[in-house]
């Protein structure tokens, strides 16, 4: 599969740039990206009057308003042959306000396909779109709620928010509107199932829209040092976290002998809990309307926080080396391959780059992985005036999606890598990791004494009964909310 060997100092920081770029998630070791100051506004009609400055995120308790109900927007009014959202002919009221965290105009090219696409089918002038800058999101959204005045669809996403979202009511359910549609080429199970909560869906997404963390490698570095790429392993089952912090170590060295670590085998950004998630080691999991349960119980939790001892440590050799800029084996990032793709000089994609390939994330046994994805998607926020209008923007937006992303992959990928990304999407879970997304549930205890090279079997000593705790008084708030 080799072309050439092309990797440099440049080449690799180019690499990892491109990896970063249009990503919202952040790293264990990184900052997230700075916040737009204020939010600004793109229309294609008149723009609405500028909103006042956002409220400030609300305090348990307080009231919001109750979700509108799904079976109240039924779909096919005034379709009688409606069997897809892209289907419905004409919409009773087509104008549809939707908010984005940056302005679609020169830089997303299938969202604005899609809304070229929704104006010329429905009128022009018909989508207005709210540039709420990146973060913006939930302050725009409340204030919006609370002035009456909600958008009828906004990006969000789901590894920061949900589903805290749907319990603070900020999201209705799309369960009715989406029911024709799922399963389809543009609106796949997996991917949607990340935003299911109580039996109800919640957000527009697909495997295009949402980002995979994979893990891509460099395969020059591989064959020089007589090593079998992480494909080739993965082929034959033996992708193994033992195999993965193997490499790590070997690779990460000084190669010019000066004294400084120039050259990791795994490159600088990357999540801990996603290597627990592709082998299905859940600490704290959704079961079912909500409900969690505490798996602290399972043995594999001690080998997770013995893997994440191990490889911090190899890590740690390169502390105080500028991680950008050096030479590296694999990288983990939330990426669709693209990124990795051959260019030209100015950064348009000629073809496929041989010298790169992915796999799934490594597994403790080396079976297939769960791919962790940096879920994103569109949702129809509470109170919305036109919510059919909104699912049908956001269906339009995710059939682009679908279509470009694989009319590039087919120029960028070979037929075996194209294969690979959707078996990988087809076994997706989502992120669940910020400690605010389940009231009172902390879900990352341990990592950091992991990383500092406490004993595993210390670590869920000190925390099993700590998150049984915290999980039971969830539920039994939970239980109370439902009236059981």
């Not at 020089?224 to 790429?229: A, K, M, Q, S, W």
């Not at 740690?316 to 669709?336: F, P, Q, S, V």
Request: a negative charge; hydrophobic letters at 35%; one cysteine or more.
């Amino acid at each position: 599969m080799r072309k050439k060997a092309l990797l440099s100092t440049a080449l690799t920081a180019a690499m990892v740039t491109t990896m970063l770029t249009g990503c919202g998630d952040t790293s264990d070791s990184t900052s997230t990206p700075t916040p737009t100051s204020a939010p600004s506004q793109t229309t294609s009609t008149p723009k609405p009057t500028e909103a006042a400055e956002p409220t400030k995120s609300e305090e348990p308790g307080e009231a919001t308003p109750e979700p509108t109900r799904a079976e109240e927007q039924k779909p096919d009014e005034g379709n009688a042959a409606y069997s897809s959202l892209l289907e419905i002919d004409k919409l009773e009221n087509p104008n549809v306000i939707v908010d984005l965290y940056w302005n679609p105009e020169g830089r997303d090219n299938f969202e604005m396909a899609a809304i070229k696409r929704y104006e010329e089918k429905y009128g022009a002038g018909t989508v207005t779109v709210n540039v709420i800058g990146w973060n913006g999101g939930i302050e725009a959204m409340q204030q919006n709620i609370a002035a009456g005045t909600p958008s009828d669809l906004i990006f969000t996403e789901g590894n920061a928010c949900f589903p805290s979202y749907v319990t603070k009511n900020y999201f209705q359910p799309i369960t009715e509107l989406v029911k024709q549609d799922m399963g389809s080429s543009f609106m796949d199970e997996a991917s949607m199932n990340n935003f299911k909560y109580c039996d109800e869906y919640y957000v527009f997404t697909n495997s295009a829209r949402t980002k995979p963390y994979l893990l891509a490698y460099y395969i020059p570095m591989f064959e020089e040092n007589g090593l079998e790429t992480p494909g080739e392993l993965y082929a034959k089952g033996e992708w193994t976290w033992d195999k993965f912090i193997e490499y790590c170590d070997l690779l990460t060295v000084d190669t010019d002998g000066d004294g400084v670590i120039d050259q990791w085998g795994l490159g600088p950004r990357y999540k801990l809990q996603n290597f627990a998630y592709a082998s299905g080691i859940i600490g704290i999991e959704e079961v079912g309307n909500g409900f969690l349960k505490s798996n602290w119980d399972d043995e594999n939790m001690l080998k997770y926080f013995e893997f994440i001892t191990k490889l911090e440590g190899i890590q740690a050799r390169a502390e105080g080396n500028n991680g950008w800029l050096g030479i590296g084996a694999m990288y983990i990032e939330a990426i669709n391959h693209e990124q990795l793709a051959n260019r030209d000089e100015n950064g348009v994609i000629l073809s496929n780059n041989e010298d790169t390939s992915f796999v799934p994330l490594p597994t403790m046994d080396g079976s297939m992985a769960t791919t962790p994805v940096w879920d994103n998607g569109y949702a129809i926020p509470n109170g919305s005036k036109n919510p059919l209008a909104g699912a049908v923007l956001a269906s339009m937006i995710l059939d682009e999606y679908a279509k470009g992303l694989r009319a590039e992959q087919e120029i960028y990928m070979t037929p075996e890598e194209i294969t690979l990304y959707y078996e990988c999407m087809s076994k997706s879970i989502a992120q669940r990791k910020n400690s605010d997304l389940y009231e009172g549930v902390t879900m990352d205890y341990g990592e950091t004494e992991a990383k500092e090279g406490t004993p595993a079997a210390t670590i869920v000593d000190t925390y099993k009964n700590v998150v049984k705790t915290e999980v039971q008084s969830y539920n039994d708030k939970l239980m109370q909310k439902l009236g059981n």
